[in-house]
């Protein structure tokens, strides 16, 4: 199954080290680990430290090599970013296609390098080169220069992603054991209706609601049965456009009863 | 059509000005222009200058503001980044799903809000029910605490891919020439919003809403602000799952104003 340890972010000739603690964090928020870097213009530094926050442990076992070259040598997959369109057109992904294609690379036992350049030009021609592809973020032509560390967080994000819709996949088709399944969980998360903390009401209890809510409106003189301009049908489609749960239920039951006995009581 | 320029990123709070002027450049590369800043702690400041790079301008018209309320009133879709899952679920969106959304609605006419909250500690809990949905973006469990900046990264990158997405349906279906009706119509596809018949509730129209049902509750005993056991969490979560459009804000607010007219009568 494809995994997050063989990817390696690869950052060249960073100028600022902020840059590299920022991009340790988004490559431990993302679930990366392997950070290498190419001949940086200060390493180790404090003021790393400082923005790698609880990713300490990333910039601690940061590999540093003097080239691109000795950074990818072992790798099977190598894809740079690049900010604008190349004299030379070359193989481009998007991020999302990056994200799939490391995934499926990994899975099939390939190590990958993420290749980012230096702050103010990015990669030159030769090291760009080296990639088999060339990554793009669909940027603001208006300024599509990125923070380096954004750069990282994106792409990374991209690949986690692709990680957890391949986790998730696996588990659909009962093939998980093992961490996919949480990974899988995790990923779809995301819908509304799971995880809810109540059962949903059922017909029936939504139809008594809507019942107790029609002899309410009558009471406080708000409804005309005889005269119903489409009352009614506003608040079912009101209502039918939330699931309302059991324990909303029982307060909007609740509600209508106390205003029918405050209106008995003081008559 | 569809447009970024209805979209503002909304900063809770935030304590470190250096990531007021990242967030002001992913915001620039990726098409969006509207910063709201809630109660900053230092701003203006140098050092969201320098971090900002070429997005000064998003810094200097920046607005500032005293609370969140008062940044989302005219905001007919308000969607808050929540890094943890809460005590109350709330309706939960992938940042993927978010961005789907957000177009939707900006090619309906709405306004939109992305809340980000502090650094520490995110957005609290009043704040949250402020919102229609949630935002989580897929961190690593192991450390899911992304840098301010890096979350308004991935956000505002996930609406530019799915506003580019509909530009290039646009482009596909060969509709393009006039842009405005057509790009809404094919942003908001076979959704709910398409298509509706009457405008959607403001911000400031739904607060309205939940004083005066208060009130209420609490005039039918059935609501003791002293022991309120989430009673108003609650009817925010339910209300908020739906859009409530100003035809419904109108019934229900009649509705309160009834009871409550009734309950005095017959005293």
């Known amino acids: 199954m494809g995994t997050l340890d063989r990817i390696k972010i690869v950052l060249v000739s960073t100028s600022h080290p902020g840059n590299i603690g920022a991009a340790a964090r988004a490559m431990k928020n993302m679930g990366l680990s392997e950070l290498v870097l190419v001949a940086p213009e200060e390493f180790p530094s404090g003021v790393a430290v400082g923005r ?3 990713a300490l442990e990333i910039l601690e076992k940061a590999r540093v090599v003097d080239t691109l070259t000795d950074a990818i040598a072992d790798c099977t997959l190598v894809i740079g970013a690049s900010a604008r369109r190349r004299s030379i057109p070359w193989p481009m992904l998007s991020p999302e296609q990056l994200g799939e294609k490391v995934i499926e690379e990994s899975g099939a036992g390939g190590s990958i390098a993420l290749v980012f350049g230096r702050e103010d030009s990015g990669l030159n021609n030769e090291e760009l080169q080296l990639c088999h592809f060339h990554v793009q973020i669909p940027a603001n032509p208006d300024y599509s220069s990125l923070n380096l560390a954004a750069a990282v967080m994106v792409i990374s994000y991209e690949v986690r992603k692709a990680y957890l819709a391949m986790a998730n996949q696996l588990s659909e088709d009962g093939q998980s054991g093992d961490g996919a399944t949480n990974a899988g969980q995790a990923a779809s998360g995301s819908q509304l209706e799971q995880n809810w903390d109540q059962p949903f009401a059922s017909g029936d209890q939504v139809e008594h609601f809507y019942a107790h809510l029609e002899r309410v409106l009558v009471a406080i003189d708000f409804h005309d049965p005889d005269n119903p301009r489409q009352l ?23 509600v209508l009863t106390n205003i029918e006995f405050n209106l008995k009581n003081r008559e």
Do not use: H, Y
């Open 52 to 54: 790698a926050a609880s």
């Open 232 to 254: 009614m049908q506003r608040m079912r489609r009101l209502f039918n456009r939330v699931r309302i749960d059991e324990m909303e239920m029982n307060i909007l039951r609740g």
